[in-house]
């Protein structure tokens, strides 16, 4: 039998806005797989060398990339990850930037734990639309949406909205 085609989601977006929050449910409503590239590269230690100002290890992008290449073919993938141009443009038919109020955000980080300059340039990163700009930039622009992520009444009308538009692409892919 041959298996249905199922999309690729990326779900991007600064640190705290709720990536990991919507991609988890998501994946349970849909049955597609969530892969958060933080945890993948821990777990396969895909990494090149340690970031001294920001106390953390640097992505290995390429292995990342190789790492999952197979399974992004086959498809029925969400990504989490907070960077959206190590990935090769093909990957994805769909991309969300998830955003929050600065001042969300910011006590969000907080509570996460995150202090000084880390804290500052993460809420910065939203202010500047940095990870939206990144992505439009990277990906045609017509599959680019953004999702505002600062309630859980947002987190409701986001998941409703993902899945519908994930079944409507199954429908007209299968
Ligand atoms: P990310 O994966 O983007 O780093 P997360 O899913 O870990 O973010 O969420 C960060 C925190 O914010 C976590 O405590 C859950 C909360 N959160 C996520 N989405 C939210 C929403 N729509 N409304 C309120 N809080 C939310």
Not at 17 to 24: A, P
Not at 144 to 172: A, C, F, G, I, R
Request: hydrophobic share 30%.
């Amino acid at each position: 039998m041959k298996m249905r085609k199922r999309p690729n989601i990326l779900l991007t977006g600064t640190p705290g806005v709720g990536k990991t929050t919507l991609g988890k449910e998501l994946a349970q409503k849909t049955g597609l797989t969530y892969v958060n590239i933080g945890d993948l590269a821990q777990e396969g230690q895909l990494y090149d060398g340690y970031d001294e100002e920001y106390q953390c290890p640097v992505l290995d992008e390429d292995r990342v990339v190789d790492e999952l290449d197979e399974q992004m073919e086959e498809g029925g993938v969400i990504v989490d990850y907070h960077g959206c141009d190590l990935f090769p443009e093909r990957w994805f038919h769909i991309v969300f930037v998830l955003r929050t109020d600065n001042t969300q955000l910011y006590t969000r980080l907080e509570n996460r734990g995150y202090t000084g300059k880390k804290l500052q340039d993460n809420v910065q990163c939203e202010i500047f639309q940095t990870i939206y700009e990144e992505a439009m930039e990277a990906y045609s622009h017509e599959i680019v949406h953004q999702l505002p992520s600062n309630s859980p009444e947002d987190l409701e009308q986001n998941l409703e909205q993902v899945v519908q538009w994930t079944e409507q692409w199954m429908k007209e892919h299968n």
